[in-house]
């Protein structure tokens, strides 16, 4: 009955494993077909011979390292500016003593049931009369803005509990309110600002949406957008296509891969704080 219940658990566990991984191996499997060989319809079939070319042309043609600086530097700057927002936020709400603190933290809160898809056409107005489209500052205030609610969130439940005695140290001491933010609070927090780090990366470093519809410059397109470069009117290269999503995609999984347990251990915290 022990080992019946065991391989219960084991199987629970595998499901979603298998569903998890499968997208994955498909999209590389995909990338090292040939055209003929993705369009016959054999999803589950391994290529006859390992098209590699796929990948350099990927890397040439769709103007790789171009959409990647671009891509790396509009979710650099949103993550520096998110953490610095929402911490020192997070730091107020969590930390002080105020009449609206628990209003500010509604309002946040609320931000983060509202769908990005839902304020395009307002955005759109807003930057073409403040002359911000077309710029990469008309996606990174965006993401500043959609990534903030959570990462306040999470900072604001982990500052919560942090023991109130180490800042009435710091007071006496003669530290600034500045001084025990940047000195104290921040050091301590670690652990959750590499999960609004992480966090902030993923969600950002793939979207489309805004991205498609702010940009029109080909030189300030961000990494979804080589993907265009191998549709033309008559034909689609559907093997370079699979090779630049497997290249654009292996920066997140990289890093989630090796930073995952920061990212575990900075819910939990803020989890069990809050």
Known sequence: MQTFKKGIVYLLFAIPIVTQLYPLLWLLLYSL??????????????????????YSEAYTSGNYL??????????GITMVCVIVLSSMVAYAISRFRW???GVVMTIFLMGMMIPMQATLLPLMIIFKNIHVLNTHWSL??????FSTPIAVFILSGFMRDI???????????????????????L????PPVM??????????WNEYILAATFISS?????????????VSQYSVNYGNIGAFLVMGALPVILIYFFLSNRITKGMVAGAVKG
């Open 99 to 101: 009449k609206y603190g």
């Open 33 to 54: 077909k040939t055209n003929e060989e993705i369009m016959d319809g054999s999803f589950f079939s391994f290529p006859k011979s390992f098209q590699w070319h796929n």
């Open 140 to 145: 990174i205030l965006p993401y500043i803005a």
């Open 163 to 185: 023991p109130h005695e180490i800042e009435e140290s710091a007071f006496i001491d003669g530290a600034s309110v500045y001084r025990i933010f940047t000195s104290i609070i």
């Open 195 to 204: 999960t609004v780090c992480i966090l902030t990366f993923i969600n950002i």
């Open 66 to 75: 171009k959409y990647l600086g671009n891509s790396v530097f509009v979710t």
């Open 218 to 230: 080909e030189k300030l397109k961000t990494l979804p957008f080589g993907v265009y470069t191998f």
């Open 187 to 190: 050091p301590v927090s670690v």
